[in-house]
């Protein structure tokens, strides 16, 4: 059984940090695209960072760019992302997400959008105020 678990969202004022992590189980963690997304209130999901698993190989939006971190532990099938230097514009759900397969090029470029994602997290809550 496929699951991602998200946790460390919360509430935070601008110009602090938070630390998602995204704990995946129940496939091969290595050799995949794995992925934040965010979606803000009465607005499109979009993406934030990915990572090609086992690779360290990263993508980050722009919007997100020297201010988020993306790493992972392999021992624990878990990705983390450090966002630093937040602000209200940061404020939405964040979606952890899988993409089986694929290729680390495609990840590391940001070639994936959210239709390319079959598996998803629940969410958690970040707030910048």
């Known amino acids: 059984h496929v699951q991602l678990v998200e946790s460390g969202g919360g509430s935070v004022q601008a110009g602090g940090s938070l630390r998602l992590s995204c704990a995946a189980s129940g496939y091969t963690y290595s050799g995949n695209c794995m992925g934040w997304f965010r979606q803000a209130p009465g607005k499109e999901r979009e993406r934030v960072a990915f990572?090609?698993?086992?690779?360290?190989?990263?993508y980050y939006a722009d919007s997100v760019k020297g201010r988020f971190t993306l790493s992972e532990d392999s021992a624990k099938n878990t990705v983390y992302l450090q966002m630093n230097s937040l602000t209200p514009e940061d404020t939405a759900i964040y979606y952890c997400a899988a993409r089986a397969g694929g290729g680390r090029v495609g990840c590391s470029g940001g070639h994936y959008g959210d239709a390319d994602f079959g598996r998803w997290g629940q969410g958690t809550q970040v707030t910048v105020s």
């Open positions: 990572i090609y698993t086992g690779s360290g190989s990263t």
